[in-house]
């Protein structure tokens, strides 16, 4: 029952724009957020963390995707007045892929390809979910 304030359940349309703002905040967080943890963590801690430039760019890029798809997707949620909290979906997008990417290293599952894939996917699935969870009241 919907009163007004977008507490009802959402459609597949607000579904499926929502997962298109969150691939889109999701490139913009990446490009944003991982460039700046690169140029900062990359160029001045790099070395003393035992990692190559381009791991840290990779690693900086897939936690800047997780936040990004969440402000995405709460945005998009916002504008079709569905209820969520729009902190939430980009903390448990950037947890999300941190906890991807680092479990699937240390458990030594897969290649870089699969590390990818897996770390932009499971962050748009997580903050579709995590957002749409949490309801006006």
Do not use: C, H, K
């Not at 490139?27 to 957020?33: D, M, P, R, S, W």
């Not at 079709?80 to 290293?105: C, E, I, K, T």
Request: proline share 2%; no cysteine.
């Amino acid at each position: 029952m919907s009163d007004g304030r977008g507490s009802a359940a959402p459609s597949a349309r607000t579904i499926l724009f929502e997962v298109g703002g969150a691939i889109l905040g999701g490139i913009l967080g990446a490009v944003v957020i991982g460039g700046l943890i690169y140029l900062v963590a990359g160029l001045l801690f790099a070395q003393q963390l035992g990692m190559g430039l381009l791991t840290v760019g990779v690693l900086g890029a897939s936690f800047g995707f997780g936040i990004g798809a969440g402000l995405g997707t709460a945005l998009v949620g916002r504008a079709f007045q569905q209820g969520g909290n729009l902190w939430l979906a980009p903390v448990a997008g950037g947890l999300s892929s941190v906890v991807a990417l680092f479990g699937m290293r240390l458990l030594n599952l897969g290649g870089l390809g699969e590390l990818l894939i897996v770390g932009l996917l499971l962050p748009l699935v997580v903050v579709v979910v995590v957002y749409n969870l949490q309801t006006r009241r």
